[in-house]
């Protein structure tokens, strides 16, 4: 019973997701599950404390990174659409959109990564970016099933709930890079 339950809801959110951000969703989550794979057969080392102020720091400047790095990498989109030649069509949108999602889920992660990383403590990328790919998706789910594309304008309290839910989507990658992060957390000597 649950796994057709979570078949019919993982099929509605697949019908309602963008090619790109398809596109974004599977590299984030091909580099994220590769890269955790590839960890090292080190000795086990004793886990760091964790540090309220460091997580902190890895959600909040997490969050900002992903949400500079989304628009980053559309930038860097429509700079490879203009290099490409490519006509404004549906095309590029995607490459824009696909580029946009991807550059913020490895700058998530990357910053998550860097400040974990202070002190002597290290974890694994892999993870993190695995953890970034996860948030995101959850993101995304959770926006495409409350909000439905309108026809008429919003009202203030739509459009608060909407900035709200857009708040939760940025965040949740944040989140799930730092949960990545802190599961694999190490000293480094």
């Known amino acids: ?29 091909a ?12 000795a086990a080392r004793p886990r760091p404390d964790l540090q309220p102020v460091r997580v902190a720091g890895e959600l909040v400047v997490g969050m900002y990174a992903g ?6 990498g559309r930038l860097a989109g429509e700079n490879l ?5 490519m006509p404004t069509n549906g095309t590029r949108a995607a490459l824009v959109a696909t580029t946009g999602y991807v550059a913020g889920g490895v700058a998530t992660a990357g910053t998550v990564y860097g ?23 959850v993101g995304v789910t959770v926006n ?16 608060t709930v909407r900035r709200t839910a857009e708040l939760v989507q940025v965040l949740l990658p944040a989140i799930g890079a730092t949960i990545g992060f802190n599961s694999t957390r190490r000293y480094t000597r």
Request: with cysteine.
């Open 31 to 42: 580099v994220g599950v590769s890269a955790a794979g590839a960890q090292d057969a080190g």
């Open 81 to 85: 659409g203009d290099v490409l030649r």
């Open 115 to 137: 400040i974990g990383s202070i002190d002597g403590q290290t974890g694994e990328f892999g993870m993190t970016l695995l953890g970034a790919g996860a948030g995101f998706v």
């Open 1 to 29: 019973m649950t796994a057709r339950v979570t078949a019919r809801v993982t099929a509605r959110v697949t019908a309602r997701l963008t090619p790109a951000m398809r596109c974004a969703l599977v590299a984030l989550l």
């Open 67 to 72: 949400y500079i790095g989304y628009f980053a």
């Open 144 to 159: 495409k099933l409350i909000f439905v594309p309108r026809r008429t304008a919003e009202s203030t309290s739509e459009r």
